[in-house]
């Protein structure tokens, strides 16, 4: 096949092959059996059994393509836009398939931080009397909000929840304060951190934001623990 290959399914080949680089520099990997990968982003990488998930070589799109197998034998020559080239000659083929992958939904909170969210929407009084929840998952333009509330003053507040709280979930959440403050309907509004565990880092640096930090007791939510039932 020649020409792009983004709107193309996963490919996955194992043959046995020597691989040329050529452009700003000149590489060159011998014969061996080795797996090359063909994205549907057009990215083409020649992996071994080893390295983890770091390839031997590869070309990032947008490159092209040109595949010239006869019987499971021949070369492909893949092009990127500067013009260098990435020449797999192919001795034999011992497994070719091409898949389709669909659209990835990207990463989700895990278990806990998911349940977490779960819990709190539903006992949102955690956060102060009077506090009352508006949505889970409030859509913004950045992603959703994991809590949109008021509290007992009316005031909007966007709370971030997290298993364990770092640097990160602060950034993350001064993000979508600066998007959500900019609508008239909802400013002005403030933040609140939640987790189970919040770093000394994150602390800091979400007081500086204006933002709360609020560490929250995950088998209390769920009601497996008392805390008026404990001796210690």
């Known amino acids: 096949?020649?020409?792009?290959?983004?709107?193309?399914?996963v490919r996955l080949v194992i043959a046995r092959c020597s691989v040329d680089y050529i452009g700003r520099l000149t590489a060159h990997l011998p014969m061996?059996?080795?797996?090359?990968?063909?994205?549907?982003?057009?990215s083409v990488s020649v992996h071994a059994d080893?390295?983890?998930?770091?390839?031997?070589?590869?070309?990032?799109?947008?490159?092209?393509?040109?595949?010239?197998?006869?019987?499971?034998a021949g070369t492909w020559t893949v092009t990127n836009k500067a013009g260098e080239q990435l020449v797999i000659t192919i001795e034999s083929v011992e497994?070719?398939?091409s898949h389709e992958l669909g659209v990835d939904p990207g990463l989700q909170k895990d278990g806990v931080?998911?349940?977490?969210?779960?819990?709190?929407?539903?006992?949102?009084?955690?956060?102060?009397?009077?506090?009352?929840?508006v949505r889970r998952e409030y859509?913004?333009?950045?992603?959703?909000?994991?809590?949109?509330?008021?509290?007992?003053?009316?005031?909007?507040?966007?709370?971030?929840?997290?298993?364990?709280?770092e640097i990160d979930g602060v950034e993350q959440l001064t993000r979508y304060l600066e998007l959500l403050n900019r609508d008239?309907?909802?400013?002005?509004?403030?933040?609140?951190?939640?987790?189970?565990?919040?770093?000394?880092?994150?602390?800091?640096?979400?007081?500086?934001r204006g933002i709360d930090c609020v560490t929250v007791d995950y088998a209390v939510l769920k009601g497996t623990d008392d805390p008026t039932q404990r001796l210690f």
């Not at 061996?32 to 057009?42: E, H, Q, S, Y």
């Open 113 to 133: 931080e998911a349940e977490l969210q779960r819990l709190l929407a539903l006992h949102v009084e955690t956060f102060g009397a009077g506090w009352q929840l």
């Open 95 to 97: 497994h070719d398939s």
């Open 184 to 208: 008239p309907l909802l400013a002005p509004v403030k933040g609140v951190f939640a987790a189970q565990e919040i770093k000394p880092q994150a602390r800091v640096l979400a007081h500086d």
């Open 32 to 42: 061996a059996p080795r797996l090359l990968l063909v994205k549907a982003d057009g």
């Open 50 to 72: 080893d390295r983890a998930y770091k390839p031997l070589n590869w070309m990032t799109p947008p490159c092209t393509l040109k595949d010239e197998l006869v019987d499971g």
């Open 139 to 165: 859509p913004t333009a950045i992603g959703p909000v994991d809590l949109l509330c008021r509290d007992a003053d009316g005031a909007t507040v966007a709370v971030e929840v997290k298993r364990r709280g």
């Open 1 to 9: 096949m020649t020409g792009p290959v983004p709107s193309a399914p």
